[in-house]
């Protein structure tokens, strides 16, 4: 079912999160129309009471979809991919790819995050966090993506599917936080299928 109109999004972001651009990216290639309210992180304003009424975390993204709100990216792509993806197969629902599907979430909610995530959140941003720690658990997942991609285009399918959504953003960004990608070349071919889709746009590069 379709909340509200193709003229109704309104993604609440930041441009630098790839959190947030990870849903971008997801309304782009599927050609949805979407208001972008960007949130201005430095002054707080997603601890406000107006951001926390769509978001009691306090957390971006936020969707917006008519009088529907949706947070958590993940969520969001979920959401997306079920209710305006009419050829279901950015989420597929057989069991064992929606459960392939469903795993790589996970990994994009906690290594992903943990590593190159967190390491770019030091490097560019100049957050207090264990960079060692973040740097190892980087290498360990990047080592990991790269066997997996071996023999395989994308990570849940023969076809993109919202898990290398999940994946992409903090993956392609990770030089920014000096993870190299040079010792990974089928994360580096996988990233540029990703490139390669119709409708893809990036996110913005920080200073590395």
Request: glycine residues 8%.
């Amino acid at each position: 079912m379709v909340h509200g109109d193709r003229m109704t999004l309104r993604l609440h972001r930041h441009a630098l999160s790839g959190h947030a651009h990870r849903v971008e990216l997801f309304l782009s290639l599927l050609g949805l129309p979407c208001q972008l309210v960007d949130v201005d992180i430095r002054a707080g304003e997603h601890k406000q009471p107006a951001f926390l009424r769509l978001n009691r975390f306090g957390q971006i993204p936020v969707l917006e979809d008519g009088d529907h709100v949706v947070a958590d990216s993940n969520a969001i792509l979920v959401y997306l991919a079920l209710g305006h993806d009419p050829s279901g197969r950015w989420y597929p629902r057989e069991p064992a790819v929606a459960a392939e599907v469903q795993r790589w979430l996970s990994v994009a909610a906690g290594p992903l995050v943990a590593g190159p995530g967190t390491a770019r959140l030091a490097k560019v941003f100049g957050l207090p966090v264990d960079l060692p720690r973040a740097t190892a658990v980087a290498t360990q997942l990047l080592g990991v993506l790269d066997g997996h991609l071996t023999d395989r285009p994308f990570v849940a399918a023969t076809h993109p599917t919202i898990a290398d959504l999940a994946l992409y953003t903090y993956t392609a960004h990770a030089p920014e936080g000096g993870i190299a990608l040079e010792p990974y070349p089928h994360v580096r071919a996988w990233l540029g299928r990703i490139e390669a889709l119709p409708g893809f746009v990036p996110m913005p590069r920080s200073p590395s």
